[in-house]
């Protein structure tokens, strides 16, 4: 309620323009629903960081949710149509993920937030590399309930098995993780619905 509150306020000031809400946007801090969309959202590099926000007065408290995304690898984050403002730094733009988006789906990647069953399969993964930290997630969110499993500062051998009923997978540190089995190739909507089959597959990070 008070969220609806102030932008209504916001919109009824001289000079704020009422143009459709955006689906593509690079730093600042942008109203949601005024000036972006919500919804889930990708980087391919170059932010910063970023936060989900309950209000615009610069307060601590008003921080939903933030991140430091991977230097080396796209971002992901899921802004809800009850957030007031997303706060983005560094030179990053961000983009709306729908149903238009369709990589080549991945066996084998490196850093960064993936979409399981969009971006990479699910299944048994191996990396011989040191990591910096992992998680299954369950969502994009930013906040610590969609963490479903994570670790950090790993060296060594390590053997994961990312489930096809996890919505994505963040690593970092430079790791290189490869799908270990042939199990089932079906991969999902974007929207999580709809199973697909006959994805393309990449090989390589």
């Given at each position: 309620?008070?969220?609806?509150?102030?932008?209504?306020?916001?919109?009824?000031?001289?000079?704020?323009?009422?143009?459709?809400?955006?689906?593509?946007?690079?730093?600042?801090?942008?109203?949601?629903?005024?000036?972006?969309?919500?919804?889930?959202?990708?980087?391919?590099?170059?932010?910063?960081?970023?936060?989900?926000?309950?209000?615009?007065?610069?307060d601590f408290g008003e921080i939903i949710a933030n991140g430091i995304p991977s230097e080396d690898g796209p971002a992901l984050v899921e802004i809800l149509p009850e957030d007031a403002a997303f706060e983005s730094t560094g030179d990053g733009e961000w983009y709306l993920v729908d149903d238009s988006?369709?990589?080549?789906?991945?066996?084998?990647f490196g850093?960064?937030?993936?979409?399981?069953?969009?971006?990479?399969?699910?299944?048994?993964?191996r990396t011989e590399d040191d990591v910096d930290y992992y998680a299954r997630l369950s969502g994009f969110s930013g906040q610590l309930a969609d963490i479903l499993a994570n670790n950090a500062i790993t060296t060594g051998r390590i053997t994961l098995q990312i489930l096809d009923t996890d919505v994505g997978f963040e690593t970092s540190g430079g790791a290189i993780w490869?799908?270990?089995?042939?199990?089932?190739?079906?991969?999902?909507?974007?929207?999580?619905?709809?199973?697909?089959?006959g994805a393309k597959i990449e090989n390589s990070p």
């Open positions: 309620m008070k969220k609806s509150i102030a932008l209504l306020a916001l919109l009824l000031l001289p000079g704020i323009a009422q143009a459709a809400p955006t689906t593509r946007f690079g730093p600042g801090i942008h109203l949601v629903g005024i000036d972006i969309q919500a919804g889930l959202y990708r980087s391919e590099g170059g932010v910063d960081y970023f936060a989900r926000l309950s209000g615009v007065s610069g988006y369709a990589p080549e789906i991945r066996i084998s850093d960064g937030a993936w979409i399981v069953g969009v971006d990479i399969l699910p299944g048994l993964y490869t799908r270990m089995d042939t199990t089932s190739t079906a991969v999902r909507s974007v929207t999580w619905g709809e199973v697909k089959t």
